[in-house]
């Protein structure tokens, strides 16, 4: 299934795969909340989607579809020369491939994804080693966002459906991937990352 914002390049990928006898196209949209209406209702083994689709948003997307029986596997189709294939792979995707490249990548991509590979060209892997916020667990990431909200543990633990001990467990490890000693710290380092990037890669 494919998922472009734009109706021009929707149509020529159309074309594409149709042409091609690997694959077997299943429907197509504009919007995140259309792939995702139609991907719950028909089997579809692989996604092609463009990262900033409306209104959800290519990372929000991947984060929902990540929690679903048998989802399939996506493929970010966007700008190599962005932080988009490093944010994709942080989301859950399982490939991503550049619009700039030859039309013959993007099927090789999708292709390989169905296999069950991996496949990101443009990203170095060591750079994902060394960043603490790819260290982070989903719940530990959910945790600094709350966090950055000003929520104190009650609220945290509200907010989050656990304990206050769980919220204590939770910020211990926090504070100890992020090299931070407290509440503050943690803060600070959340919008300077988010300042840094432009977002904080959870769709949030």
């Not at 932080?83 to 619009?99: C, D, I, N, Q």
């Not at 206050?164 to 991937?177: G, I």
Request: charged content about 25%; proline content about 4%; overall charge neutral.
């Amino acid at each position: 299934m494919l998922a472009d914002s734009n109706p021009l390049v929707l149509t020529a990928m159309s074309e594409i795969f149709e042409k091609d006898p690997r694959f077997s196209l299943v429907a197509t949209s504009s919007t995140a909340e259309g792939f995702l209406g139609t991907v719950m209702r028909v089997p579809v083994q692989v996604g092609i989607i463009d990262w900033n689709l409306p209104a959800l948003g290519g990372a929000k997307l991947i984060e929902v579809l990540r929690d679903q029986a048998n989802a399939p596997k996506l493929v970010v189709y966007g700008d190599e020369g962005s932080e988009t294939p490093r944010k994709a792979m942080s989301a859950g995707a399982a490939g991503f491939a550049a619009r700039s490249s030859a039309v013959e990548s993007l099927l090789d991509t999708c292709h390989a994804v169905a296999g069950g590979k991996m496949v990101f060209p443009f990203l170095d892997v060591r750079d994902l080693q060394t960043d603490p916020i790819e260290q982070l667990s989903r719940r530990e990431r959910t945790m600094l966002e709350a966090l950055s909200k000003g929520l104190t543990n009650k609220e945290l633990s509200k907010e989050l459906g656990i304990t206050t001990n769980t919220v204590k467990f939770h910020l211990s490890n926090l504070y100890e991937k992020l090299s931070v000693k407290n509440r503050a710290q943690a803060i600070a380092f959340y919008y300077a990352t988010r300042a840094e990037r432009g977002d904080f890669g959870t769709g949030g």
